[in-house]
């Protein structure tokens, strides 16, 4: 309903699993964001995309690896993930990178086992 | 770096008590936006603020940009069920370059 899709909505996966999230906007938006939701932290972002460059790398372990092949998709490749980093994954995209609202995905529930 | 701080961490209200939530930055903002994020969804915008001292409403809610540009509040009157959610707020760092967020506020609205 926001213009931004994630899938899949839910996942599960083992520490030696290599799985990736998706998220498309369907708004023309030139930035793209991806966020990490757990129920003791608040937002936290990991990573921005500014007209398909990374501008920012939030110190993000490298077992999450970003891929942005174009300004409408934003992927988020997942390889030997600890149990710790389940959450709720949500991607963001606004007009351009600097103060603009930013829309949200409804998120991919991760639980990694 | 940068840091955005929300109080409460959490309200319980009773259904037409009013609700506020205070957020306040350790640097001065360019802006402040505003997001609900209602339980088991993801964050919607519902504002922005830029002006020092600006005032904006939306319906019961109010918000307020403080003076000095580095605090902020979201005043809701007579809450419904419908109000119950995390309210967020946010600002963007020096450069520019992303949103910081506060820790959120979780309002629960019994009615």
């Known amino acids: 309903e926001t213009g931004v899709t994630q899938t899949p909505r839910h996942l599960v996966m083992g520490m030696t699993n290599k799985k990736s999230l998706k998220c498309e906007q369907h708004l023309g938006h030139n930035a793209m964001y991806w966020y990490k939701q757990s129920a003791k932290k608040p937002l936290e972002l990991m990573f921005v995309y500014n007209f398909k460059e990374q501008t920012e790398n939030n110190s993000v372990p490298s077992r999450f690896s970003p891929e942005c092949p174009n300004s409408s998709h934003l992927f988020l490749h997942l390889h030997t993930l600890q149990p710790e980093d389940s959450a709720l994954y949500l991607c963001?995209?606004?007009?351009?990178?600097?103060?603009?609202?930013?829309?949200f995905g409804p998120g991919t529930r991760l639980t990694v086992l | 770096g940068q840091q955005v701080m929300q109080i409460p961490q959490y309200q319980h209200v009773q259904e037409g008590e009013d609700f506020t939530t205070y957020c306040n930055s350790s640097t001065t903002l360019s802006n402040i936006q505003w997001y609900k994020q209602r339980p088991g969804g993801h964050p919607v915008f519902l504002i922005q603020l830029v002006k020092s001292g600006e005032v904006k409403k939306q319906k019961r809610l109010t918000f307020q940009f403080g003076e000095a540009k580095k605090n902020s509040s979201l005043h809701i009157t007579a809450t419904q069920t419908t109000d119950v959610g995390t309210y967020f707020c946010?600002?963007?760092?020096?450069?520019?370059?992303?949103?910081?967020f506060g820790g959120g506020t979780r309002l629960m609205v019994k009615p």
């Open positions: 946010a600002g963007p760092d020096n450069a520019g370059n992303m949103l910081t």
């Open positions: 963001a995209s606004s007009r351009k990178r600097e103060y603009n609202e930013q829309f």
